[in-house]
């Protein structure tokens, strides 16, 4: 059965202070792990794309890399506009097509 | 473009009441899907529909309909309220070939009493 644990559950950073976030899975062989942010009340937001390990993608303060059973979200020198919970979602190849499970997400708070 | 509304915002029922939460794109987008968010439980698959016309169940569809007689709207009915529904409504859509880059809507907020 398909696994996406993400931690930490909440992280407090002050502006200027980097991080990273952890997002473990298991899923029978990775179609593509899926990077999504929420902000308060608002619905999720992709980020990014991951489909193979070593591959690393970047947005703004924002960095994403994969290994065979992890992924990370690393956030450098963090704004107070960077918090929001970020979530991911691994596929597998056996999983319903479209179907994203998503992880319980790390909620960043980034104070100035 | 709107991109993805959901109406109502907010909505409170009684037990055994029904409603539907209305979900609507204007991407023309294949692929849309209905999630619900609890505290503690994350984002959860309800139904999708990956075109007009064809429908299915995702993690938690009991107690929920769909259907999908157009590209745009996704509709979803809660047969007979209950308290366990009680939870925040996210409608997604994307496209074919980017299936999981999904647009989320800005949720229903639903409270049953």
């Known amino acids: 059965e398909d696994q996406v644990t993400q931690s930490p559950e909440a992280l407090r950073l002050q502006e200027g202070e980097s991080s990273s976030l952890n997002c473990s899975y298991t899923?029978?062989?990775?179609?593509?792990l899926f990077w999504y942010r929420q902000d308060p009340g608002k619905g999720p937001e992709f980020l990014f794309t991951l489909y193979s390990a070593g591959e690393e993608k970047e947005k703004e303060r924002l960095k994403a890399t994969l290994t065979k059973k992890e992924s990370f979200l690393h956030i450098t020198a963090p704004k107070p506009e960077d918090s929001a919970t970020y979530l991911c979602?691994?596929?597998?190849?056996?999983?319903?097509?479209?179907?994203?499970?998503f992880g319980a997400g790390t909620q960043v708070v980034v104070t100035p | 473009n709107a991109g993805v509304t959901q109406t109502p915002k907010f909505q409170v029922l009684k037990t055994g009441q029904s409603m539907t939460l209305q979900c609507a794109q204007d991407m023309n987008h294949e692929y849309m899907s209905w999630y619900r968010q609890d505290p503690g439980m994350g984002l959860r698959l309800i139904h999708y529909s990956v075109g007009a016309g064809i429908t299915d169940q995702g993690e938690v569809p009991n107690g929920y309909n769909v259907s999908r007689s157009t590209t745009e709207d996704f509709p979803l009915r809660l047969l007979s309220a209950a308290p366990s529904q009680t939870s925040v409504y996210f409608c997604a859509s994307s496209k074919g070939d980017r299936v999981y880059e999904q647009y989320f809507g800005p949720g229903t907020r639903l409270t049953v009493t």
């Open positions: 979602a691994p596929v597998g190849t056996t999983d319903s097509w479209g179907k994203l499970q």
């Open positions: 899923v029978s062989g990775l179609r593509g």
